[in-house]
């Protein structure tokens, strides 16, 4: 077993909710033999600087998050995708501490698939920027505007995704179109939705 990260205690002992859950699911990713570092504020799990699961806490529960969960077999059907847009990560959600002892040794060994996974050096395939529809208010807007276009196709590609899933979430064409008016500035200023 590997040892504890004292930069890492901090998390779990701020935990106002999920308390015993989170040191269950500690106990039994540190049994597996992973490298417990702290990331994004949250205690993450590597083998051989490769992140494999991550312990998140949300209200209605705590959740082992598995970086390349969509390559995972889920035998047990226990791994929850997000949201229909996330690619590769995968979550094992828990709402109590015997749920988590009685699953010990179904998420030891999905922990010990992930880094079978890692050790095989696979990838997920994520789908590439041109596979994201382009939203029928901003293509009028690229098409008319040279300047846009130019600038759009400047971003990186995790930029653009981020504007084209951005763009294409609300239901009513009104609403994509205030948005991309909201954000045009931002992208020939060769920002993206977030910087």
Not at 3 to 25: G, I
Not at 134 to 155: M, Y
Request: with cysteine; glycine share 6%.
């Amino acid at each position: 077993m590997k040892s504890m990260n004292p930069k890492v205690d901090f998390f779990f002992n701020k935990a106002k909710k999920w308390q015993e859950e989170l040191e269950q699911l500690r106990m039994i990713v540190l049994e597996c033999g992973l490298t417990e570092e702290l990331k994004w504020g949250c205690p993450c799990y590597t083998f051989q600087k490769s992140n494999i699961v991550l312990i998140h806490v949300f209200k209605e529960y705590c959740a082992l998050l598995f970086f390349k969960g969509a390559l995972l077999n889920d035998a047990h059907g226990i791994l929850i995708q997000q949201t229909k847009n996330v690619q590769s990560a995968r979550q094992i959600r828990f709402t109590g501490v015997r749920e988590i002892v009685e699953l010990a040794p179904i998420v030891k060994a999905y922990i010990y698939e992930a880094i079978e996974v890692e050790k095989a050096g696979l990838k997920v395939d994520l789908k590439k920027t041109e596979d994201f529809s382009v939203p029928g208010e901003f293509q009028s807007k690229l098409d008319h505007i040279p300047a846009l276009k130019t600038a759009f196709n400047a971003l990186t590609p995790g930029r653009q995704r981020g504007y084209l899933f951005y763009f294409s979430q609300p239901k009513q064409s009104k609403t994509r179109e205030t948005r991309v008016e909201k954000c045009m500035q931002q992208i020939l200023d060769g920002k993206g939705l977030d910087d």
